[in-house]
């Protein structure tokens, strides 16, 4: 048994030096800093009681760094992925409550369970399920779906629980003559603060002569040092009993304890299809961070690994009080501008988060969840991306209406049913377009051996001979189209006696494909009209011959070009005709 | 509008004579011969009063007479509909009961409604889903289905009802000992008359001089004259109350009521799927052998015309106490061979069929059960081809297993979940196939501008120059793939400063293959390598202008042909290396 191949963090260190510990140890403190408040902000937003959001920092990141392809993806609680768990947990069990938490475990378990079993089958193309349309629609959608979600902290108001997105904003319309005015300037001002921290820091930080590299590193960590800020505040002044700002509170501290989520059939069969969608998008996120970091030193991201680990990852959270965990786009670039060589930054960032869950939780009592909230909402807001929209609806309305479908698709029905709905919509519109393949009928062009599109081109044609070139594989999808619309043209063509069907843009075909050819063959025969094939590609030459089809298709021919057809065909009539261009 | 376009039987009588009403006279007194045993017997496959087979024989013939776009399909109760109708009612209503019945129509309903609005929508390419493996294994499995729900009337006992098909068979092994021997003999024999009344029929009455045509409709009306002949014998010698045959018996006369079925929401969503179901089996099945009797004098058929025909020939059977029709196989070779030139044969055959019900009911009621099931069994013996599932397996394993996996679902699980394994299978085998697409490295025949593969041929390679040519459309199934597979490429040519993606084999580009190649030049263009296109077919280059793509590129440039690009860019380093063939 290869270790290093079945725990890519050793095979990573070989010749590990100084500069990389280095590296690692900065990274590691770096992005413990960051995860802190986002872990306990993830966790609200899923349902849970916030040292959850700590628990699932622990263990998942740990094993992430030991068997994760990638060196520097940070893995750990992301807001997509809580989102939808709060969506798959709340028609279940009260939010919050230990049978809701224990739902959450078994959540991620489930989600452990399919990601190793299709990292282990090497399915990783399960992930092609979802379109960059329907992802693009998908984050977007999701991303107005949290900041939704966090409007009520921001306006320090209750709303009842909804089940559809486009009902929490009903209750929040409902709910705005209660708003607290002091929780809402308080939340103005982290907004305001939080957004500052961004581009304009950067931007300030560089002007007063810090690296690129840097600045950007500290405008990214201003959001911790904003939320460290409101806790000093609050605690000092006393805030939350002063303004009745609503404060995260005591919580218990200690490590979670390690157990089995309470498995129930029914349970396992009502969080199935969260866990599947939770799967793919934690996947094809995971991956797409992980290989952008890749990019950038030659490092490559094996897809099967990641869902190894990653499954991994979430077993490790099912076990100590975790909920699904991905890997994070902001935290993983933090991860690696902060210097991370290795996963062993991941490990070490561990360890510092139990240290926090052990020893620290009490300085958290007085952290504003109007202030979690702004983080949350800032963070989120860099994921919407209506410009992706204009530019697929440029590029192709079907691509476009495919984002917004899925977009509105998440926001009416939620996220659950956004993925499904994105996924059939996706595969619908390639059929639908699969279905349809361009086909021409072409002749040749004067003096050469080049045939093309009578349409376009000045070429010859001859009565007996029709010569239709098809520029799409020949499979279930397109199949009868392809038998239908060749019948259409030999209609057009009564003299015919021979037709031609031009493969060279045929890269495959499948047995409906094969089937159907078959019964144009015999339809044709039956009109006393022979079928023979030409430009036939080796991959393609080879299953008709597995078939036994080119027997099948005699008197008819395979010929290597088409211009050896015309000279094999049409001396049997030799009258010529003209087409001019249409 | 039109009326000759929509109601395509009035386009088809342009030019009718006497020969076409002779023709159309004969074929439908053949048919309604033929359709009178099997729509009593499909009445009681799909678990309905036998009255309700005629009731199905009358309206829905003569509405698709008017609409359908073929002139010699003959529309009716069909087996493999009877079986799926029978699926979907049992677990709601008590078999035969007015609930159920009322149930049968508003699914007749619900496969108008849905078959109307796809050819309305002009979506005849949703029957793409069935691809030619998962019909081969539906057909062969429902009717292996079909044959063991008919086998306790061969053997004369009372089984419970089952859900799935395996069931149903344990049941008949359980309920062996108390076969009626009776029965069991006249069932033998009805067997072997069946059998006998096809090909060697046929063979003997050419031998004796009629004509192949003649001989060949004698043999396929001889299963009529065995049950006339049966009736005649159980009802004179009184085998009924003499031997304890069970017999059709007494049945209400008279044409159907006209009626809306009882609506209700809760029984729509439940028969949803199975209507689905139907709809793409009974349009399959029916555009297929539409095809086949019209390709045989030229005639089309036209797919979204069909769905609008069957639609409403469903939509005439729910408000007429049908249940759901589609066009049967062997009797539309029987009425196309019987001499049948337009939908007038099939309004002639449901006049008939009215007047048998309203005046001639009586004459069943001596029918055995018996001998209808040994009609079924030896009807929908012949669609079993087993031999497809050995020609597929050697075409390619997937698609055999395909064929396999889809018969077995039907066997275990039933014809509604082994419709859905089907498509999804085939899909998921689709995208299996399609994301893992033929890519190859490709150096100069040298002396030549010819590129070929590395791998194969003895070619001239340039270590700054990786030239990769992939045989696939660029789409969400394959983009990762072929971004992952440019970057292990490139990993083996470390020296390489420039790829071109030779795009010869790329009929299609859609958002996810367009946003991959994006990500690819980033990715390279952050380790100084520059990304190229070369033979990028029209559609591909116009989907390319239409993103910008081409400004997203530089410095990378789209090069007409692979030589171009290796003279522009190998000029920039003139080391030259040649790889040996592997």
């Known amino acids: 048994m290869n270790l290093w191949r079945h725990i890519p963090l050793l095979g990573h260190l070989r010749g590990y030096g100084r500069a990389d510990a280095a590296g690692d140890g900065v990274a590691s403190l770096v992005v413990t800093l960051m995860l802190i408040p986002q872990s306990l902000a993830y966790a609200l937003l899923a349902g849970l009681p916030v040292q959850y959001g700590l ?29 939808m768990t709060a969506s798959a947990l709340q028609p279940l069990a009260a939010t919050g409550s230990p049978e809701y938490v224990s739902l959450a475990m078994l959540l991620a378990g489930l989600v452990g369970v399919i990601s190793l079993g299709l990292g282990l089958l090497r399915a990783g193309f399960v992930a092609s399920l979802l ?4 992802v693009a629609g998908f984050i977007t959608g999701s991303s107005l779906v949290i900041i939704l979600s966090q409007l009520k902290h921001i306006l320090g108001v209750r709303v009842a629980e909804a089940h559809y997105p486009w009902q929490t904003a009903v209750n929040l319309v409902i709910a705005l003559p209660q708003t607290h005015l002091w929780t809402l300037l308080a939340g103005v001002i982290a907004l305001a603060l939080l957004v500052l921290a961004r581009a304009p820091l950067r931007k300030l930080l560089q002007r007063v002569g810090l690296r690129e590299s840097a600045a950007l590193l500290a405008s990214r960590l201003a959001p911790a040092l904003i939320v460290a800020l409101s806790m000093l505040l609050v605690g000092v002044l006393g805030l939350d009993t002063h303004l009745g700002l609503r404060v995260v509170g005591d919580f218990p501290g200690g490590l979670p304890a390690l157990s089995l989520p309470a498995l129930s059939w029914g349970a396992v069969t009502s969080l199935l299809p969260a866990a599947l969608a939770i799967v793919l998008v934690g996947y094809v996120e995971s991956v797409s961070v992980g290989r952008t970091l890749g990019a950038r030193k030659g490092q490559r991201i094996d897809p099967n690994q990641e869902l190894v680990a990653l499954g991994a990852a979430n077993l490790a959270g099912a076990v100590s009080g975790g909920f699904p965990v991905s890997g994070g786009f902001a935290r993983s670039i933090v991860n690696h501008d902060a210097g991370a060589r290795t996963g062993l930054a991941s490990l070490l960032a561990a ?10 939780t009490g300085w958290f009592a007085f952290l504003p969840q109007v202030v979690l909230a702004a983080t949350v909402i800032v963070a989120v807001s860099t994921l919407i991306d209506l410009k992706e929209l204009r530019r697929l609806w440029k590029f192709r309305r079907g691509e476009g209406a495919l984002m917004a479908l899925t977009m509105i698709a998440v926001l ?20 639908a377009r699969a279905s349809r393949p361009h086909m021409a009928v072409v002749g040749r062009v004067p003096g050469t051996e080049h045939f093309r599109n009578v349409k376009r081109h000045d070429v010859q044609t001859w009565p007996n001979l029709l010569l239709v070139r098809v520029d799409e594989n020949l499979f279930f999808a397109n199949a009868q189209f392809v038998e239908d619309h060749l019948e259409q043209a030999l209609a057009a063509q009564p003299g015919a006696a021979h037709v031609v069907l031009i493969a060279s843009g045929v890269n495959g075909i499948d047995a409906s494909g094969l089937h159907a050819l078959g019964e144009l063959k015999r339809r044709l025969a039956s009109r006393n009209v022979t079928l023979h094939l030409a430009e036939v590609k080796g991959p393609v030459h080879d299953a008709l011959q597995r078939a ?6 005699a008197p008819g021919q395979v010929f290597l070009t088409t211009h050896q057809a015309v000279l094999a065909l049409q001396g049997q009539n030799s009258h010529c005709a003209s087409a001019q261009a249409a």
């Not at 379109?131 to 329907?134: E, L, M």
């Not at 360890?351 to 620290?360: E, N, Q």
């Not at 029905?413 to 993925?419: A, C, F, T, Y």
């Not at 036994?548 to 298709?553: A, H, M, Q, R, V």
């Open 55 to 83: 628990y699932a920092s622990i263990l998942p990141l740990a094993v992430y760094g030991l068997l994760g392809s990638s060196r520097t993806l940070s893995v750990g609680p992301v807001a997509v992925l809580a989102l």
């Open 412 to 431: 009416a029905l939620g996220v659950e049913m956004g993925v499904a709905a994105g996924v059939v919509l996706s595969l619908a519109a390639f059929l």
């Open 131 to 134: 379109s960059h349309p329907v």
């Open 548 to 553: 036994g089809f080119e027997k099948d298709l």
């Open 351 to 360: 360890g510092l988060i139990a240290l926090v869950a052990l020893m620290a």
